[in-house]
Structure formats: structure tokens, C-alpha cells
């Protein structure tokens, strides 16, 4: 039985944790904590170096992760570590997708070409059209619009210039 409630528990954490990344994103990033997350929304010739100032909120989501690692292994309350694991499998999950793969900080995956990878892309796209904190669209990374999972010429008009001028 325990296994199950692991497993559970694992999968409901990750599943938890887009919403926490849209939240943060939406009203940290793109609030009090602006001045880490502005430079990810300048484009890539404007930056120094390889590294962002947005790279800091890898450190704000480890700490959580790292501590129910801890509580869960130093209480009776084991289950606690595996809400670490979720929160580490989607960390992993968010590097791969929004690192590698939308913004080709690491050249790994650059022939993903199916209806879900695209969808991402054009919300993404869609998100960095604005490089202001207010405004923003689409703060999530896994859950996205159904609209972009349609052929750009079913958006709204308005939806389809932003994506061209976007600049990831």
C-alpha cells in the first residue's frame, strides 16, 4: 500500500507544481521579483554571458524540494520525501522543456515536431511577445490554450501577430 501512496503522492506533487510555476511566474516573476525575471524576456543579443538573473528562481524552487528530501527522511513522515521527488521531476521537466527545448540554451532537442511541442512553443511565443511585467499572457509551461494547438490561421488575428513578432 505504501508504494501506491508514494507514487500518489510523487505525481500529485509534480501535477501541483505547474500550478505553483504558473503562480509564481504570474505574480512573482512578473511582480515583486521583475528585476530577476526581466532579462529573460530581452533578447538573447542584449544579454552578457550565458547565464540570467532568472536563473536564480532554480534556487527558489530546489529549496522546497530539498527540504521535504530532508523532513521526509529524518521524520516518520517518508511521504514527505517523495512530495521532493515530484518537485524535483518537474524541475527536470521544466529545464528540458523550457531551457533545451523553447529556448535552446543547450542544443539537445531541436526535432521535437508534434501537435503538444508546437502548442508550447506558440504560448511561450506568445508570452515573450511582452517585455514588460504587465500584460502578460500564458504563464504556464505545461498546460497551454487549445487554441494553440490549431493552425495559426484559426487564431484570432491579434494572437497571430503577436507570434510573428515574437522574439524567444
Known amino acids: 500500500m505504501s508504494i501506491l501512496l508514494y507514487i500518489f503522492v510523487t505525481i ?33 543579443h542584449e544579454k552578457e554571458g550565458f547565464f540570467e538573473k532568472n536563473d536564480l528562481f532554480f534556487l527558489v524552487f530546489a529549496v522546497p524540494s530539498a527540504a521535504s528530501y530532508m523532513y521526509g527522511s529524518m521524520t516518520p513522515h517518508f511521504w514527505v520525501f517523495f512530495i521532493g521527488v515530484g518537485i524535483s521531476l518537474y524541475g527536470l521537466t521544466y529545464f528540458l522543456i523550457h531551457d533545451v527545448y523553447i529556448h535552446q540554451r543547450f542544443k539537445w532537442f531541436r526535432r521535437l515536431d508534434n501537435k503538444y511541442s508546437r502548442a508550447i ?24 490554450n487549445s487554441k494553440y494547438f490549431k493552425p495559426r490561421k484559426e487564431w484570432t488575428k491579434k494572437d497571430e501577430k503577436i507570434v510573428q513578432n515574437n522574439t524567444i
Open 121 to 144: 512553443l506558440r504560448a511561450h511565443g506568445v508570452h515573450h511577445a511582452k517585455r514588460t511585467k504587465e500584460d502578460g499572457k500564458d504563464f504556464g509551461l505545461l498546460v497551454v
Open 12 to 44: 500529485s506533487a509534480y501535477a501541483g507544481m505547474e500550478f505553483m510555476a504558473w503562480f509564481t511566474h504570474k505574480y512573482v516573476m512578473h511582480g515583486i521579483l521583475w528585476v530577476w525575471h526581466e532579462d529573460h524576456h530581452q533578447p538573447h
